[in-house]
């Protein structure tokens, strides 16, 4: 959720326990060019672990470094392919990216190969069709995750 997911209302979800939370969604464009942008997009603390940062990207390279900068605070990045927000897909991110199955392999494979031993999911949403869905889990990219998050809501 974008701007949800701050870190008072993660320390909420887990006195009420939720094992795992996740960052709201984060540009990783934005978070890997500008430290403003990092110190105003991403808090934490210690006792906010196991924590997963989201990101939106169209851009292996940003995602990879947003990755890269964010690792010693967090257990594993996520790439979110799943905001049906309309900012989010008139930018070309979020559920826009499910029908681009190649460029969400590429952006998976950069951050690998950027930061191997950091877990990578990619959330999804279901797509018109089953078929279509079925189609995009099987797709390269799954070869490169270590999870995928599936959204039961139909756009």
């Known amino acids: 959720?974008?701007?949800?997911?701050?870190?008072?209302?993660?320390?909420?979800?887990?006195?009420?326990?939720?094992?795992?939370?996740?960052?709201?969604?984060i540009l990783a464009d934005c978070f890997s060019k500008a430290k403003?942008?990092?110190?105003?997009?991403?808090?934490?603390?210690?006792?906010?672990?196991?924590?997963?940062?989201q990101f939106?990207?169209?851009?292996?390279?940003y995602f990879a470094k947003a990755a890269k900068l964010i690792s010693p605070y967090v257990d594993g990045v996520d790439l979110n392919c799943g905001c049906p927000q309309r900012w989010a897909v008139k930018e070309g991110i979020g559920a826009c990216m499910c029908t681009n199955p190649d460029l969400i392999f590429k952006i998976v494979k950069r951050c690998k190969e950027v930061n191997p031993e950091l877990p990578v999911s990619v959330k999804i949403r279901i797509l018109d069709s089953l078929e279509e869905t079925i189609s995009l889990v099987k797709s390269e990219s799954k070869k490169l995750v270590h999870?995928?998050?599936?959204?039961m809501v139909e756009l």
């Open 36 to 53: 403003n942008a990092r110190d105003a997009d991403f808090q934490h603390c210690i006792n906010d672990r196991p924590l997963i940062a």
């Open 1 to 25: 959720m974008v701007r949800y997911s701050s870190l008072p209302f993660r320390h909420l979800v887990k006195i009420y326990g939720c094992d795992v939370t996740y960052t709201h969604m």
């Open 147 to 151: 999870y995928l998050l599936l959204f």
């Open 56 to 61: 939106a990207a169209t851009e292996p390279e």
